[in-house]
């Protein structure tokens, strides 16, 4: 295996990149809540196209409407 040996002041830390950091974890933080956005709202649709007899257009208008209500509140 190869050495890894690696000069870090303990008192200091090792030197980061916190802006990227914060940069990173907040775009994770944004693909995480619009992901869970969409998913709910399609599942929201399929129910209403499958289950309630609104078909496909009901389906896809219901989606459609949940995205942009999403858009507005979040």
Same mark, same amino acid.
């Given at each position: 295996?190869?050495? @890894?040996? !690696? ?10 990149? !916190?802006? @990227?950091?914060?940069?990173? !974890? ?31 257009? #009901? #389906? ?15």
């Amino acid at each position: 295996m190869a050495d @890894q040996s !690696y000069d870090v002041n303990h008192e200091d830390g090792a030197p980061m990149d !916190y802006p @990227q950091h914060e940069e990173t !974890y907040s775009l994770f933080l944004w693909m995480t809540k619009w992901g869970i956005l969409f998913n709910v709202a399609l599942l929201v649709a399929m129910a209403v196209g499958f289950f309630m007899g609104g078909g496909f257009l #009901g #389906g896809t208008l219901t989606f459609i409407i949940l995205m942009i209500v999403a858009r507005i509140v979040a």
